[in-house]
């Protein structure tokens, strides 16, 4: 398994950090790609269930959504979030008419997929977009990595204390600390290391790097709870299988679909 795990993220990694790099359509489409994939999970979930969301619908509107923030930023995200949330309203309205029971809920698990993971995961673009972008991606995204391996890692050595019974078993007060403290040593260090690239002209700063760390690394773990919530709910152990040893693309980027609106307004208020 855990060779399985590293192997993955041997090959993915420096695809992701590539697309960071590149910046513009290329990261979009890759953020709008995971939205898609993401969203499809999140419906093939709640199937487990015997409900009945628009997968398609919902996987392509989240993809589409994304796009609309690279391209007109949040305005232009907001009418595309609009149009396909009506389109969606509408496609259950036909399928009650037509003897579906369950359309309401139905509906519901759409706005899960179409503003969840389309709208919440579109802040990735939008920070990237921001002055300094590639910095602030490198260091809001690594450090969720970071709080989530110092949780892992202290919580396997020295976790007790059940953190969330009912959501996540394994998650110990002790390893959420500790994901914590690494969080914020994280943050500050490679805000350390990435002001060395951007120049001295960066708005980066030691202690921006530490705060952000410290307050992803104590928010973010409810995004890893939330989609543990939609497992129990649904009976899945994982969103899908498409990532060995990992599960599928929504277990991955549950902690970013909070970093990334966090991140955004932070820095969105640094930068005044």
């Known amino acids: 398994m855990l060779a399985k795990r590293l192997l993955v993220v041997i090959i993915l990694l420096p695809i992701g950090v590539w697309a960071i790099n590149q910046g513009g359509w290329v990261f979009a489409l890759m953020v709008a790609l995971l939205a898609g994939m993401a969203a499809w999970e999140v419906g093939n979930m709640f199937a487990h269930k015997g409900l009945k969301p628009a997968k398609w619908g919902i996987s392509l509107?989240?993809?589409?959504?994304?796009?609309?923030?690279?391209?007109?930023?949040?305005?232009?995200?907001?009418?595309?979030?609009?149009?396909?949330?009506?389109?969606?309203?509408?496609?259950?309205?036909?399928?009650?008419?037509?003897?579906?029971?369950?359309?309401?809920?139905?509906?519901?698990?759409?706005?899960?997929?179409l503003v969840y993971c389309?709208?919440?995961?579109g802040?990735?673009?939008?920070?990237?977009?921001?002055?300094?972008?590639?910095?602030?991606?490198?260091?809001?995204?690594?450090?969720?990595?970071?709080?989530?391996?110092?949780?892992?890692?202290?919580?396997?050595?020295?976790?007790?204390?059940?953190?969330?019974?009912?959501l996540s078993p394994k998650k110990t007060w002790e390893g959420y600390w500790g994901g914590v403290i690494s969080g914020t040593i994280g943050g500050w260090g490679l805000a350390a290391l990435w002001m060395i690239g951007a120049g001295p002209a960066t708005h980066l700063s030691l202690t921006k790097g530490a705060l952000l760390g410290l307050i992803l690394s104590v928010i973010t773990p409810l995004?890893?709870?939330?989609?543990?919530?939609?497992?129990?709910?649904?009976?899945?152990?994982?969103?899908?299988?498409?990532?060995?040893?990992?599960?599928?693309?929504?277990?991955?980027?549950?902690?970013?679909?909070?970093?990334?609106?966090?991140?955004?307004?932070?820095?969105?208020?640094?930068l005044g």
């Open 118 to 121: 389309g709208w919440f995961i």
């Open 223 to 270: 995004g890893d709870l939330g989609e543990s919530m939609i497992k129990r709910e649904t009976g899945v152990k994982d969103s899908s299988n498409i990532l060995p040893g990992h599960g599928g693309i929504f277990d991955r980027i549950d902690s970013w679909l909070w970093a990334g609106v966090i991140g955004y307004y932070l820095v969105i208020w640094w």
């Open 61 to 113: 509107g989240a993809a589409l959504i994304v796009l609309m923030r690279y391209y007109g930023g949040i305005e232009s995200s907001a009418w595309a979030l609009s149009l396909v949330i009506l389109l969606s309203m509408t496609y259950h309205l036909i399928d009650y008419e037509r003897g579906r029971e369950s359309a309401a809920s139905d509906f519901a698990i759409d706005l899960i997929g």
């Open 123 to 166: 802040y990735l673009v939008s920070l990237r977009q921001l002055p300094e972008g590639k910095w602030w991606i490198l260091l809001v995204l690594p450090i969720v990595w970071l709080a989530d391996g110092g949780a892992f890692l202290i919580g396997q050595r020295f976790g007790k204390h059940a953190l969330s019974p009912r």
